[in-house]
C-alpha cells in the first residue's frame, strides 16, 4: 500500500468517504448494501484477516443500510467487531460458503448466529453465502444441485431461526450459461420467492 502511496492504517477510512461521497444524492427509500470481498475466483480467495481494524469506522460511519459479510470460515475473524453497528443496520452473515460444495450442518449455522447475536440484536441479521457462487465466467468448484441445496439450507435454517424467511436481497450470476440466484433470507417477510417470478 505504502509503495503506491496509500497508508494501511488508515485506508478504510479513506474508502469510507469516497463511498459516502457517491451517495449522497441517493434517492429516498433506496436501499443500500456493501459486501467486504476477499476474493471469489474458482473457489479461491485472495484475503484473510477480522474485521476488527475496520470495524467502529464501517459499521459506524459508512452511510449504507447493510453488510454482506464473509464468515464461513475461521480466516473472516470473530463476531466481536459486530459489536460496533449501530441500530438500525443490517448484518447479512455469509455462513454458508460458496467455495465448496459441502453441505453446512444447520445445528453449526444455528450456533453461529447465535454467537453473532451476543454482539448485534438477531433482528438486525440475515444469513446469506458468503459470497457469489460465480464472480466470473468459470464460477467455483459446485454444482448447480450443490449450490440448490446450500440456498435451500439457507431458508430453512432462517425460518427456523426467525419464523419466517425473505428475499431480502438477490444477486444473479452467470456461469457455465447457467443462471444462478442467491437467496438472503432474513426476519420478518413471509416470501421466498425471488421478485421476478409471478
Same mark, same amino acid.
Given at each position: ?106 445445528? !453449526?449455522?444455528? /450456533?453461529? @448466529?447465535? *454467537?453473532? +447475536?451476543?454482539? $448485534? ?9 458468503? #459470497? ?16 440448490? !441445496?446450500?440456498? /435451500?439450507? @439457507?431458508? *430453512?435454517? +432462517?425460518?427456523? $431461526? ?9 444477486? #444473479? ?19 421466498? /420467492? ?5
Amino acid at each position: 500500500m505504502a509503495q503506491i502511496g496509500g497508508d494501511a492504517d488508515n485506508q478504510h477510512l479513506v474508502y469510507i468517504d469516497l463511498i459516502n461521497g457517491a451517495l449522497e444524492k441517493k434517492p429516498a427509500g433506496m436501499t443500500v448494501c456493501t459486501h467486504l470481498c476477499r476474493g471469489n475466483f474458482r473457489s479461491s480467495w485472495v484475503a484473510a484477516g477480522g474485521y476488527d481494524h475496520v470495524a467502529e469506522a464501517l459499521f459506524g460511519r459508512l452511510n449504507v443500510d447493510g453488510f454482506f459479510l464473509e464468515y464461513d470460515d475461521g480466516r473472516s475473524g470473530g463476531f466481536e467487531p459486530l459489536r460496533f453497528v449501530p441500530k438500525g443496520k443490517m448484518v447479512v452473515l455469509g455462513l454458508v460458503t460458496s467455495k465448496r460444495g459441502a453441505i453446512e450442518s444447520k445445528d !453449526a449455522l444455528k /450456533r453461529r @448466529i447465535d *454467537e453473532a +447475536a451476543k454482539f $448485534v440484536p438477531l433482528d438486525q441479521l440475515c444469513l446469506s453465502p458468503q #459470497c457469489g457462487f460465480s464472480s466470473t465466467v468459470e464460477g467455483n468448484a459446485l454444482t448447480v444441485d450443490q449450490q440448490a !441445496a446450500k440456498l /435451500r439450507l @439457507i431458508v *430453512e435454517t +432462517a425460518r427456523e $431461526v426467525w419464523g419466517s424467511e425473505e428475499v431480502w436481497g438477490y444477486r #444473479c450470476d452467470a456461469a457455465r450459461g447457467a443462471a444462478r440466484v442467491a437467496v438472503i433470507a432474513a426476519p420478518g417477510r413471509r416470501s421466498c /420467492r425471488p421478485p421476478w417470478s409471478s
